[in-house]
T-cell receptor, first 113, second 113 residues
């Protein structure tokens, strides 16, 4: 069975602080894909990243970075120098190629000025 | 990037009526479309998977007679909530795949009074 766990329900930080959102997954597949999505109050899902199970290289995109560790089945997301606009719910998800996504319960991030 | 639209974006209906939600892939042919439901402050849960020209596959616990899914063409899937009740009030999001990627629509917020 596939499962995604986001243990942090809610995180509050002050602007310019760094924040890490945790994601732990379970799967028996050898080939799988991990995702992060941002959901602002409007509700629309904003795609942030997709990573396949064979690519453990960390990725950085501006203030965002992702740390994928198969040994601990984790795919953590760090926002550096957080901004108020980063306030949203962030979902980690797991799938097989373009199959259905299994979402975690989400982490609500609030960034205060 | 590929675009998926949903219509309507927001709908309010009376208890007992039926509501139809459309999901369209605007610039690509979608081999598969997925329907997700999100209750307030909760995660996205897959309701069903639909492939063009065939019957939808529903997840366990989802009533197929209540949530009718039609995938009549490679660019259009519809979800009809029949005899809606207040407990069906939710945010419904579709996604469409073109074999390589999965793209999410902006969602439809349904309120049943």
């Amino acid at each position: 069975a596939q499962k995604v766990t986001q243990a942090q329900t809610e995180i509050s930080v002050v602007e310019k602080e760094d924040v890490t959102l945790d994601c732990v997954y379970e799967t028996r597949d050898t080939t799988y894909y991990l995702f992060w999505y941002k959901q602002p109050p409007s509700g629309e899902l904003v795609f942030l990243i997709r990573r396949n199970s064979f690519d453990e290289q960390n990725e950085i995109s501006g203030r965002y970075s992702w740390n994928f560790q198969k040994s601990t089945s984790s795919f953590n997301f760090t926002i550096t120098a957080s901004q108020v606009v980063d306030s949203a719910v962030y979902f980690c998800a797991l799938s097989r190629w373009t199959d259905k996504l299994i979402f975690g319960t989400g982490t609500r991030l609030q960034v205060f000025p | 990037g590929a675009v998926v639209s949903q219509h309507p974006s927001r709908v309010i209906c009376k208890s007992g009526t039926s509501v139809k939600i459309e999901c369209r892939s605007l610039d690509f042919q979608a081999t598969t479309m997925f329907w997700y439901r999100q209750f307030p402050k909760q995660s996205l849960m897959l309701m069903a998977t639909s492939n063009e020209g065939s019957k939808a596959t529903y997840e366990q616990g989802v009533e197929k007679d209540k949530f009718l899914i039609n995938h009549a063409s490679l660019t259009l899937s519809t979800l009809t909530v029949t005899s809606a009740h207040p407990e069906d009030s939710s945010f419904y999001i579709c996604s469409a795949t073109d074999t390589y990627e999965q793209y999410f629509g902006p969602g439809t917020r349904l309120t049943v009074t």
